[in-house]
């Protein structure tokens, strides 16, 4: 997008959020105003909150039940088992940066007429993520919107966002990289992104840490628009200089980054790992493009006001 486009965007999201109160700094409580001055310096904080809280283990218990036994992951999917070396060097060299289309005529996806049960498609078509729509479930959007890290959210961008994408990966061992298991920055808005990471199992290094570099929003380098390999940013950030983040973390753990900076997904050693993905933006009158869920309007009417103003009206549904 030209700077001429996004300066118009800015400005028509600008308007849109006229009159709209939001929570500021001033009414954060101390500890939360210890986070917000972390994510302006760091740009990425970390919520503990939820750790070991009965109300997520019920979600932990939701995610496993609509994964193994509803089998309700998104298909068509990647089978990293229908990969061959020699054929598909050029998407290998790409990450897989494709088209549905020339996946699919490789014979590298499958689809709900190849699933019969959970065990069956990860033996036999080994995925790196399966994943899973948005359970139109109220605990489950309370934690999405979880009051702690949008008072923090609208503190930093200074105005109330809009939840624009949601849904949850579970991650598999692979021996095959796939575009975000790589460096890079998301380029969803030019000034204004935050994503939260909401960690619904145990994760350290061997089952797939996320990464962050502390402070790189606001670094000048590899500003280019493709992925960065682990050499290239090893090389520019020394686990010694302590600006590699690493999140070796409990289930229960939300955090929150500003994408804008580098990062990149870990790749379970074993097991798997199962991730909430929250993508907040601000909102515009002109905005028309879909959302990455759906919620019932039951539960909409059940979200407090401050959690309604998040949800776009063209993201739910049952009205």
């Known amino acids: ?25 001033a009414d954060l409580s101390d500890d939360l105003k210890v986070k917000l001055s972390q994510l302006q310096r760091d740009g990425y904080v970390m919520f503990d909150h ?9 979600m932990q218990k939701l995610v496993k039940q609509k994964i193994e036994e509803e089998l309700a992951f998104e298909t068509p999917c990647l089978a990293q088992n229908h990969i061959d ?15 549905r289309s020339e996946l699919v005529a490789r014979d590298l996806m499958f689809d709900r007429d190849h699933v019969f049960s959970y065990r069956q498609v990860v033996e036999e078509f080994g995925p790196s ?13 309370n934690v999405w919107l979880d009051t702690n890290v ?6 930093y961008m200074g105005f109330t966002p809009v939840l624009r994408e949601a849904y949850i990966r579970r991650n598999f061992p692979c021996k095959y990289h ?14 204004h992104l935050l994503k939260a990471f909401i960690f619904f199992t145990d994760c350290d290094l061997d089952t797939g840490a996320h990464q962050y570099i502390a402070g790189s929003v606001k670094d000048d380098r590899f500003r280019e628009d493709r992925y960065f390999e682990d050499a290239e940013i090893d090389n520019a950030y020394p686990m010694a200089s302590g600006r590699k983040i690493i999140s070796k973390v ?10 804008r900076g580098l990062h990149k997904a870990g790749i379970p050693k074993h097991s798997f790992r199962d991730l909430g993905f929250a993508v907040f933006v601000p909102g515009s009158v002109l905005q028309r493009r879909a959302t990455y869920y759906n919620v019932d309007a039951k539960i909409v009417s059940k979200l407090s006001h401050e959690q309604r103003q998040y949800i776009p009206k063209r993201a739910v549904i049952g009205n």
């Not at 939820?50 to 019920?58: E, I, N, R, Y």
């Open 250 to 259: 409990p289930a229960g753990t939300i955090v929150l980054e500003d994408t």
């Open 85 to 99: 070396h020699g054929r598909d060097a050029d998407l290998i060299a790409r990450n897989f940066k494709a088209s």
């Open 178 to 191: 796939v575009m975000n298991h790589k460096w890079h920055r998301d380029s969803n808005h030019r000034k």
């Open 129 to 141: 993520t399966l994943t899973l729509p948005m359970p139109q479930d109220l605990g489950i959007f």
């Open 50 to 58: 939820l750790v070991g809280s009965d109300h997520f283990a019920a």
């Open 1 to 25: 997008m030209d700077l001429v486009t996004s300066l118009f965007k800015e400005t028509i999201e600008a308007a849109s959020r006229f009159g709209h109160k939001s929570v500021t700094e």
């Open 150 to 155: 949008t008072a923090v959210i609208e503190a």
